[in-house]
Nanobody, 125 residues
Framework: QVQLLESGGGSVQAGGSLRLSCAVSGYHSGGSLGWFRQAPGKEREGVAVLQATGTTNYADFVKGRFTVSGDNAKKMVYLQMTGLTPEDTAMYYC????????????????????WGQGTQVTVSS
């Protein structure tokens, strides 16, 4: 059974930083792991992805501010967020790629089958 558990969210002021963590267990497909976010009334959108090859993908709105990384030995994926703005306020989810979803882009949520419960990030101005 695949389980993803996010942590590290919180409330910060604009310009602040947070580091999100995702603990992955039971996932043996070797697919991509990604961070997504969903604000109230909006669709879930891709933020950053760590491919199995180590290649990373970022949404344009976080380039230069967020960094995704992983630790295979610890089965962890991280999202270092800097320069946070109120527009970054959302629930952040960790996702693991599902089988047969290769036709979707890496930042497309349809590529991911397994999800954590999310961790809330709130940025105040």
């Amino acid at each position: 059974q695949v389980q993803l558990l996010e942590s590290g969210g919180g409330s910060v002021q604009a310009g602040g930083s947070l580091r999100l963590s995702c603990a992955v267990s039971g996932y043996h497909s070797g697919g991509s792991l990604g961070w997504f976010r969903q604000a109230p009334g909006k669709e879930r959108e891709g933020v950053a992805v760590l491919q199995a090859t180590g290649t990373t993908n970022y949404a344009d709105f976080v380039k230069g501010r967020f960094t995704v990384s992983g630790d295979n030995a610890k089965k962890m994926v991280y999202l270092q967020m800097t320069g946070l703005t109120p527009e970054d306020t959302a629930m952040y989810y960790c996702g693991a790629e599902g089988p047969g979803t290769w036709q979707y882009r890496f930042l497309d949520r349809r590529r991911y089958k397994y999800w954590g419960q999310g961790t809330q990030v709130t940025v105040s101005s």
